[in-house]
Nanobody, 125 residues
Framework: QVQLVESGGGVVQDGGSLSLSCAASGRTFSTYAMGWFRQAPGKEREFVAAISRSGASTNYANSAKGRFTISRDNAKNTVYLQMNSLKPEDTAVYYC??????????????????WGQGTQVTVSS
């Protein structure tokens, strides 16, 4: 069992930056591939970024490439999402997730085993 708690959301202006964190507790953090997803009102949950167990490999949605960076610190049991050049269309609840069965970055939401409660990101124009 893994518990995930996101933090760092908030309100930021168009073009601004935010850094999200997801702290994990429970099973050994380094045994999970980790990912970030988001869900805007009235829309499906969508993939944002993922990282392998070791942190050596990452994968990004096209909307995130060049603006967002996922990273992890296995010593601190934490995964991060640095978001730059934010746009109003990035407004959503952001969720982190943990996938026990995979060592590589995982894109598909149904392959994740545990989810956090989410943190709201609002980008104002």
């Amino acid at each position: 069992q893994v518990q995930l708690v996101e933090s760092g959301g908030g309100v930021v202006q168009d073009g601004g930056s935010l850094s999200l964190s997801c702290a994990a507790s429970g099973r050994t953090f380094s045994t999970y591939a980790m990912g970030w997803f988001r869900q805007a009102p009235g829309k499906e949950r969508e993939f944002v970024a993922a990282i392998s167990r070791s942190g050596a490999s990452t994968n990004y949605a096209n909307s995130a490439k060049g603006r967002f960076t996922i990273s992890r610190d296995n010593a601190k049991n934490t995964v991060y999402l640095q978001m730059n050049s934010l746009k109003p269309e990035d407004t959503a609840v952001y969720y982190c997730a943990a996938a026990y069965r995979f060592s590589i970055p995982v894109v598909v939401a149904t392959n994740y085993d545990y989810w956090g409660q989410g943190t709201q990101v609002t980008v104002s124009s």
